[in-house]
């Protein structure tokens, strides 16, 4: 090899173990757990290199991710300038997620999904303040010190109804903060007749980060303590999941009429919904409000389907830990997971790109109009 090359990950989100990097046809790397779990998938990192180089990296430890069958037809993504992350040649074979790349120039990046950075979390909460119909709320701290922050949309006092929307319980799914930026920018445009419907008689709570420690480590699914927060709702506590308890508590306070929480699935290439059948309270009636949602969501978004999915709980048999189910149970309302694809959407593929914060912010606009028709 004509000059080492140097891989590192010290800087927001990043995540990678460097094994052995001297051959340029074999660099191999695995990707680190998340701190005090056994959870692991997110990978971030930079690679200083030659231009017109090819490269061949090796994650092996790929087997033992936390959904080994998110690798599978999964291609990672690129950046050369932190804007515009591309899709890459990558091959799961023989347990080893295998990258394969030609560098254009000496230094790029690569990541699972495109990176939402703390930053540019921080630029969205002021993005909300600035607006005249906008309020931030400190609710309290993490377990590394970063701030919970609430966006408050419209009249909390003369509102007739309350929404909900929580982002990134899990941090490696940096697809539903991509989401939650292109939903506020629709909901605070005062051009907009739609978000001036809604806004008429609805006020918003949105936690764009529901897990900022998790997002800065690197994490695929934990908080600093380890702790995966969507199974932390029924019993959160101060010293292993405030993030949880802190919104719990504020949700507590002003009522839920429809609630959202976002989510990535590394899995299933398609957009969708999980909804809360197996909790004690369902019926028909809460059946009938979920269809509402999910109906008019198909007429919004071609991005949006009901083909693909999870399975349905039985009756009865709903995980009350979650955040879709617990609220669900506890508020009688509109509750839903909504699931974004790692790959892409199948139904309407972009070679190119794949499932991209473009596409998430669209679909983010598009969630209005469910929002809406489930109000109405
Ligand atoms: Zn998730």
Same mark, same amino acid.
């Given at each position: 090899? #004509?000059?080492?090359?140097?891989?590192?990950?010290?800087?927001?989100?990043?995540?990678?173990?460097?094994?052995? #990097?001297?051959?340029?046809?074999?660099?191999?790397?695995? &990707?680190?757990?998340?701190?005090?779990?056994?959870? !692991? =998938?997110?990978?971030?990192?930079?690679?200083?290199?030659?231009?017109? =180089?090819?490269?061949?990296?090796?994650?092996?430890?790929?087997?033992?991710?936390?959904?080994?069958?998110?690798?599978?037809?999964?291609?990672?993504?690129?950046?050369?300038?932190?804007?515009?992350?591309?899709?890459?040649?990558?091959?799961?074979?023989?347990? =080893?997620?295998?990258?394969?790349?030609?560098?254009?120039?000496?230094?790029?990046?690569?990541?699972?999904?495109?990176?939402?950075?703390?930053?540019?979390?921080?630029?969205?909460?002021?993005?909300?303040?600035?607006?005249?119909?906008?309020?931030?709320?400190?609710?309290?701290?993490?377990?590394?010190?970063?701030?919970?922050?609430?966006?408050?949309?419209?009249?909390?006092?003369?509102?007739?109804?309350?929404?909900?929307? &929580?982002?990134?319980?899990?941090?490696?799914? #940096?697809?539903?903060?991509?989401?939650?930026?292109?939903?506020?920018?629709?909901?605070?445009?005062?051009?907009?007749?739609?978000?001036?419907?809604?806004?008429?008689?609805?006020?918003?709570?949105?936690?764009?980060?529901?897990?900022?420690?998790?997002?800065?480590?690197?994490?695929?699914?934990?908080?600093?303590?380890?702790?995966?927060?969507?199974?932390?709702?029924?019993?959160?506590?101060?010293?292993?999941?405030?993030?949880?308890?802190?919104?719990?508590?504020?949700?507590?306070?002003?009522?839920?009429?429809?609630?959202?929480?976002?989510?990535?699935?590394?899995?299933?290439?398609?957009?969708?919904?999980?909804?809360?059948?197996?909790?004690? #309270?369902?019926?028909?009636?809460?059946?009938?409000?979920?269809?509402?949602?999910?109906?008019?969501?198909?007429?919004?978004?071609?991005?949006?389907?009901?083909?693909?999915? !999870?399975?349905?709980?039985?009756?009865?048999?709903?995980?009350?830990?979650?955040?879709?189910?617990?609220?669900?149970?506890?508020?009688?309302?509109?509750?839903?997971?909504?699931?974004?694809?790692?790959?892409?959407?199948?139904?309407?593929?972009?070679?190119?790109?794949?499932?991209?914060?473009?596409?998430?912010?669209?679909?983010?606009?598009?969630?209005? !109009?469910?929002?809406?028709?489930?109000?109405?």
């Amino acid at each position: 090899m #004509s000059q080492p090359i140097h891989i590192s990950c010290q800087f927001d989100s990043g995540n990678i173990e460097v094994i052995n #990097s001297e051959s340029e046809d074999n660099i191999r790397l695995a &990707i680190r757990n998340d701190n005090n779990s056994d959870f !692991y =998938q997110w990978f971030h990192f930079k690679v200083h290199g030659q231009s017109d =180089q090819n490269y061949r990296f090796c994650i092996e430890n790929a087997s033992d991710a936390a959904y080994a069958a998110g690798w599978e037809d999964y291609q990672a993504v690129a950046s050369y300038d932190r804007e515009t992350w591309f899709r890459v040649d990558t091959d799961y074979r023989d347990g =080893q997620l295998i990258i394969e790349h030609t560098h254009q120039h000496e230094v790029i990046y690569y990541a699972y999904f495109a990176p939402y950075s703390y930053e540019r979390h921080l630029d969205l909460l002021q993005f909300c303040q600035s607006s005249p119909i906008a309020k931030l709320e400190h609710l309290g701290s993490t377990l590394d010190g970063r701030d919970m922050t609430l966006a408050i949309i419209g009249e909390p006092e003369t509102a007739q109804n309350i929404v909900w929307m &929580i982002a990134r319980q899990h941090p490696g799914e #940096s697809m539903a903060e991509w989401l939650v930026e292109g939903f506020l920018q629709k909901l605070l445009d005062d051009s907009d007749p739609m978000a001036r419907q809604l806004l008429s008689n609805t006020v918003f709570y949105v936690v764009p980060n529901m897990n900022p420690d998790g997002s800065v480590r690197g994490h695929l699914r934990t908080n600093a303590a380890g702790a995966n927060l969507n199974r932390e709702w029924l019993e959160p506590t101060m010293d292993r999941s405030p993030e949880v308890l802190l919104v719990r508590q504020k949700m507590q306070a002003t009522g839920v009429d429809v609630f959202l929480d976002i989510h990535g699935d590394e899995a299933i290439p398609y957009n969708f919904l999980a909804s809360c059948e197996g909790i004690p #309270s369902y019926n028909d009636e809460r059946a009938a409000s979920q269809d509402k949602f999910r109906q008019a969501f198909l007429e919004s978004s071609p991005d949006f389907q009901i083909k693909h999915g !999870y399975p349905v709980a039985e009756p009865g048999q709903a995980n009350l830990t979650m955040a879709t189910t617990w609220v669900a149970e506890t508020f009688g309302c509109v509750s839903f997971t909504l699931e974004m694809p790692f790959k892409d959407n199948l139904d309407l593929p972009d070679e190119v790109f794949g499932w991209s914060p473009e596409r998430c912010m669209r679909l983010g606009e598009a969630i209005c !109009y469910p929002i809406l028709k489930s109000i109405q």
